[in-house]
């Protein structure tokens, strides 16, 4: 199952309202390091299916949620447990780092 992709009209749904945790990549399509990071994301969403949600949102069509959580630079990931925010990592360059986020959920 590929990432899902939120925006305004989904994004209290799927974060606060989750009974899994949630990995967020907050990205854009023009960013060069968040290519970088997508495989990775995509690949997690496979792996962690069932266990934990794996979200990314565009900040071009989402900058209000970009600056509700202070994301200045990307690619960033927030990671959500129970609707919180828990962790945040910006521009990580691996798999290990990613899911160092996440490992005690």
């Known amino acids: 199952m590929p990432a899902l992709e ?6 209290e749904k799927e974060v606060y309202e989750s ?22 994301i995509e690949e997690l ?17 989402s900058k209000e949620i970009a600056r509700k959580f ?6 960033t990931i927030l990671v959500f447990n129970n609707g919180e925010k828990i962790s ?9 780092e990613i899911l160092s986020m996440i490992e005690n959920l």
Do not use: H, S
């Open 88 to 96: 945040e990592k910006i521009y990580p360059k691996t798999k290990e």
């Open 19 to 40: 009974e899994l945790p949630v990995l967020l990549d907050f990205w854009a399509p023009w960013c060069g390091p968040c290519q970088e990071v997508l495989p990775i």
């Open 45 to 61: 969403a496979q792996e962690l299916e069932g266990k934990v949600k794996v979200c990314k949102l565009n900040i071009d069509g």
């Open 6 to 11: 939120l925006n305004k009209d989904n994004f």
């Open 70 to 75: 202070r994301v200045m630079t990307i690619p």
